[in-house]
């Protein structure tokens, strides 16, 4: 069943040259909207305002060779392995959302722009339900089992905010898409209600959690980067208890015999308090 080109059987109904212009209008929805969010919410300016603070609160100039290890570092451990992450599960999902939005949205472009070529892409079918698939595991994933615990802060379990578009239309889109496939394609109600799933997900960038991930990289090379240079995002510096100096200080009375690693804290526990 994986193997069936769903693309391929729509185009006897609707023809390549429409959807080529609809997957342009959705990058271009995308585009259009991020460069208005970020310039809504003056993002942008906050961005480069404090990376300018930084600059000059800096103790030390960073080499250009640290730099570039700083990036790549930025690259594998917060873009590509969700390091920022410190809960298993919720990377995991994150991983699953992510890798499987990409094989997904890429391999239904490819089918989309390049089917006419003549050209054989066997694994392409494959490719996309299994990027589709990955992504309804993860959204589900999160969405059921590893969501903000609305419980704990005093809202119901049904309550959903403007935030929640983007998961929301993640999960439509991917169950939605799998559900189209293994009913035969067509241009029927499961393929009208996932191109609706997904002109919501590309369309709702203004309401929805999909323009970060285009800032994100960024942000995480920059806040590295003021731990390299000195600055430390303009806050003090951690106090290094192990130095008798420090540790004698009065601030620091509370502290001074109790033990450097303290364990989890407030991590202990799930916050159900409420």
Known sequence: MISTNPIAGLSAEVPYELMQYYVVLMIALVVIATIIDVTHKKSAKYFFNNAKKAQESATRVVPSGEKVGIAIKTVVEDVALSGEFCNTRRRIAHLFTMYGFIIFVLSTAI???????????????????????????????????????????????????????????????????????FTGGGNGVFFILFVIASTILFGGVMWSKFAHMFFKPAAAFNKRMTKADGSMENLPKPADRSNPETRDRHSMLLLKDAPLDMGLGIKREPPRHY
């Not at 609305?150 to 439509?172: C, H, Q, R, T």
């Open 111 to 181: 089918m989309v722009f390049c089917a006419e070529s003549g050209e054989s892409y066997t694994i392409l079918p494959q490719l996309w339900h299994i990027g589709a698939g990955m992504l309804a595991l993860g959204s589900w994933w999160f969405w059921l089992f590893i969501r903000v615990d609305v419980a704990a802060e005093g809202n119901k379990w049904y309550n959903i905010e403007p935030m929640d578009l983007f998961s929301l239309s993640l999960m439509a889109t991917s169950a939605l898409a799998l559900t189209w496939s």
